[in-house]
């Protein structure tokens, strides 16, 4: 079936930094693919996507390009804010999928 | 524009009873679709609603149900609850599309707590 692996964590970075969260997935299709974050006691707030290969999702200085060679969805991000301490998400859905995949997640802290 | 919410946020019972959670949709959305969420895991599917019937489910026993009601909210039941049932359940709303359905927007969740 489908899955998502992520890069473990926790991963700790001094603010400023540079950003890799990494992540690969394998399916039988074409799915879409989502970076979700979850700030502390809440939900998941979608942060980006990428709907076909070759595709770049970007928000909030984060960027994920979706390469279909690899089958890998890396989240970069050039220079971190403590502010993006979160738990980081990576999933996919094929199309028409009923269902949401997703990797056990990264946490991040971002230390002043 | 409403985001999703779900009610309560907290909840403790004991083994062996019965918990109904309820989320309503994001406006305009059709398809609610529920998860759960482990301590420190990834979110996993439990099933999804569209148009008041069930339209596809993850790997969890019959004990876990649901509904959805004409103006798209849901419920999710959940019967002879056991420990490992303590998570946090994630509600997540979007809309079903002739391609497929679109993205996923989630609640804030509820934290459940089986003693």
């Known amino acids: 079936g489908d899955s998502v692996t992520q890069m473990e964590g926790p991963v700790t970075l001094s603010e400023e930094a540079f950003l890799t969260i990494n992540c690969t997935y394998t399916?039988?299709?074409?799915?879409?693919l989502f970076w979700y974050v979850q700030y502390p006691g809440e939900g998941l707030q979608l942060l980006l996507k990428?709907?076909?290969?070759?595709d770049k999702g970007s928000n909030k200085g984060f960027e994920a390009t979706y390469r279909k060679e690899t089958t890998s969805f890396h989240l970069e991000k050039g220079s971190v804010q403590v502010s993006d301490s979160a738990v980081y998400f990576c999933a996919l859905s094929d199309r028409g999928a009923q269902k949401l995949v997703f990797g056990q997640g990264t946490r991040l802290t971002i230390n002043p | 524009e409403t985001g999703v919410t779900q009610s309560p946020t907290h909840l403790i019972k004991t083994r062996g009873q019965q918990v109904t959670l309820r989320c309503s949709s994001q406006?305009?959305?059709?398809?609610v679709s529920w998860y759960q969420q482990a301590l420190g895991q990834g979110p996993q599917f439990i099933f999804q609603?569209?148009?008041?019937?069930?339209?596809g489910r993850g790997n969890f026993p019959p004990r876990f149900s649901g509904l959805q009601f004409p103006n798209y909210s849901s419920e999710l039941n959940v019967n002879a609850l056991e420990l490992d049932d303590s998570a946090l359940y994630l509600c997540?709303?979007?809309?079903?599309?002739?391609?497929?359905?679109?993205?996923?927007?989630f609640g804030p969740g509820t934290r459940l707590t089986v003693l």
């Open positions: 990428a709907t076909k290969a070759d």
């Open positions: 609603y569209y148009r008041e019937e069930e339209n």
């Open positions: 997540a709303s979007s809309l079903a599309l002739v391609t497929g359905t679109d993205t996923q927007y």
């Open positions: 406006s305009g959305h059709n398809t």
């Open positions: 399916a039988t299709g074409y799915p879409s």
